[in-house]
């Protein structure tokens, strides 16, 4: 398969896959599971940096010093974008999306939420597909164990936007619906990096940092904050499994393709 073709299959099949399992995981399962998939994201996220990310860009870098600091860069970044709400996640049981007692009691509001939720995740997906063309740009088993570490962060992120939008009032073929239209945003990202990188090779090491940085803010900032809210032991075990599972996850991928 050519690198447009990949690009195309994990940016649409990602994201249908993603949303699909989202969507029947918030039809059929407690919310009280979404940890565990946001537990498994956090390894999963954490596996691609450190295993397959990070050792391409330095690999394909005339000057690491440079690399570290456009890491560093993405990571401020990442943090203005959150505060302006430019990029918004759900992954705390404490949140409109969790918080079962808030959801009980409270009337939706007429789509305002959802309707802010799906602005966000469309620029994230946008961004998400960009990291996937580089990847892949630079190397198909690398955009394929991206690929993988973005589905995992991306099926907990949607169930809990379809729980939003279903709060917002959204009928369930609603919500299914915008998530979809939405996660569409990922191919037209992949489309446009494509065909903005192809002809400047020069730009994929700084975009794999960007990437990087992208996932450690998520995993760090984001998903790991929330898992600390259970602190009990059997809590921590828990998650510690999961997050080691995640990892492995990646690290069986890349072996499993470097024998290819």
């Not at 790991?224 to 690290?251: D, N």
């Amino acid at each position: 398969m050519s690198s447009l073709a990949w690009i195309l299959t994990a940016s649409v099949g990602g994201g249908v896959l993603s949303l699909i399992c989202a969507a029947l995981f918030s039809l059929t399962a407690r919310e009280s599971w979404v940890p565990m998939l946001v537990s498994y994201a956090v390894g999963a996220l954490l596996g691609a940096v450190f295993l397959e990310i990070l050792p391409h860009a330095i690999e394909l870098s005339r000057d690491p010093h440079e690399l570290t600091m456009t890491i560093l860069g993405g990571i401020l970044l990442f943090f203005l974008l959150e505060k302006l709400v430019l990029w918004r996640h759900c992954h705390t049981e404490h949140c409109e999306a969790h918080d079962a007692h808030e959801t009980k009691t409270r009337a939706h509001d007429h789509g305002r939420s959802g309707m802010m939720i799906m602005v966000g995740d469309t620029i994230h997906n946008l961004v998400d597909g960009v990291i996937i063309a580089a990847a892949f740009l630079a190397n198909t088993q690398l955009g394929i164990v991206t690929a993988v570490a973005i589905i995992a962060h991306e099926i907990p992120q949607e169930v809990g936007d379809f729980l939003i939008l279903r709060h917002s009032g959204f009928s369930k073929k609603q919500a299914f619906t915008f998530n979809l239209v939405s996660s569409l945003a990922t191919a037209i990202g992949g489309l446009v990096a494509y065909y903005a990188l192809y002809s400047m090779q020069r730009w994929i090491p700084s975009l794999l940092a960007i990437a990087a940085a992208s996932m450690l803010y998520v995993a760090v900032a984001d998903l790991i904050p929330g898992l600390h809210k259970r602190a009990e032991l059997k809590a921590t075990f828990q998650q510690m499994l999961l997050i080691a599972l995640g990892v492995t996850s990646i690290y069986l991928t890349h072996i499993f393709l470097g024998n290819l």
